[in-house]
Nanobody, 124 residues
Framework: EVQLMESGGLSAQAGGSLRLSCAAS????????IGWFRQAPGKEREGIAA????????WYADSMKGRFIISPDVGSKTVYLENDDLKEEDTAMYYC?????????????????WGQGTQVTVSS
């Protein structure tokens, strides 16, 4: 079983930046697909980005391209999600998830293990 822990949630003003961390317990971290998702109050969960750690190939939801960057630190078994121009509509609970490397994508159905989430609140 993979255990995931998100951190880095914050309250910020529009235009600010964030760097979320997803720390994984998985021994075979490199073989995993790690994804980031978010869910705002009253809205469905939406995918942001995913990365196949081995090789570093990334996928982004169309609406998130150019706004978020996903990257791994294999040594610390951590995957980061960064944004340097936050908007009010980025306010949400952010989750990371882990799934098999094969078939990695940014679709939530691919992922088996989920973290508890970290809150991001952006104000004007």
């Amino acid at each position: 079983e993979v255990q995931l822990m998100e951190s880095g949630g914050l309250s910020a003003q529009a235009g600010g930046s964030l760097r979320l961390s997803c720390a994984a317990s998985e021994y075979n971290f490199r073989s995993n697909c790690i994804g980031w998702f978010r869910q705002a109050p009253g809205k469905e969960r939406e995918g942001i980005a995913a990365i196949y750690v081995q090789g570093g190939r990334t996928w982004y939801a169309d609406s998130m391209k150019g706004r978020f960057i996903i990257s791994p630190d294999v040594g610390s078994k951590t995957v980061y999600l960064e944004n340097d121009d936050l908007k009010e509509e980025d306010t949400a609970m952010y989750y990371c998830a882990a799934g098999p490397g094969a078939g990695c994508s940014v679709k939530s159905g691919h992922f088996t293990y989920w973290g508890q989430g970290t809150q991001v609140t952006v104000s004007s």
